[in-house]
């Protein structure tokens, strides 16, 4: 497997993994590193991590659904989401677990075939209705205390990667994209 920890799993993390078929993500400090930059013009910055997002294209080459649900708004983050073809993306979500629950409705899912991962307080209603819930390493300590697996690398340093990884590993895909690739 992609990390030597994954082979660690304790069974009730892996047998959540299995059962996903969409998986969730928060943007800013999960698929980023949580900065906010702008530039005196009011541009803003963004720095994604080419391993998560080649994480991501992965997860939807191997039919697991990919959603983003951040609070904030952000041209580069719709144009990153198109990048890698990821097409339920909502941002502006003050209320997650609303959108997350009409997200579960239009794909006809239920509730223990999806993973969210965050990284702060906002993020924690949907944490606590997925089938696996994970934060990243960086998370604040309360998010991390709820969720049924933590990263061990820091969003947008991996940790969006690290997930995908574990779906599918625990999904008997793994050992697939290493013979595709190796």
């Known amino acids: 497997m992609p990390y030597s920890h994954l082979n660690d799993l304790p069974a009730d993390i892996r047998e959540r993994a299995a059962r996903v078929r969409l998986a969730v993500f928060d943007v800013d400090g999960v698929l980023t590193d949580g900065t906010l930059c702008y530039a005196d013009d009011g541009r803003e910055w963004k720095f994604f991590h080419v391993h998560d997002g080649f994480g991501l294209k992965r997860l939807l080459a191997n039919g697991i659904e990919v959603a983003l649900i951040t609070a904030r708004m952000s041209h580069i983050v719709t144009e990153r989401a198109r990048e890698l073809g990821v097409a339920h993306v909502y941002q502006g979500q003050d209320d997650k677990l609303h959108c997350f629950e009409q997200l579960l409705h239009a794909l006809k899912l239920e ?42 690398h820091r969003g947008g340093d991996g940790a969006v990667r690290e997930v995908c990884d574990l779906l599918l590993a625990a999904q008997g895909k793994a050992e697939g994209e290493l013979a595709r690739f190796g």
Do not use: I, S
């Open 111 to 152: 509730p223990a075939q999806c993973a969210y991962c965050g990284d702060d307080l906002p993020d924690l209603p949907v944490m606590r209705r997925v089938g696996l819930a994970v934060a990243v390493a960086n998370a604040h300590p309360w998010v991390r205390e709820r969720a049924h697996w933590r990263t061990q």
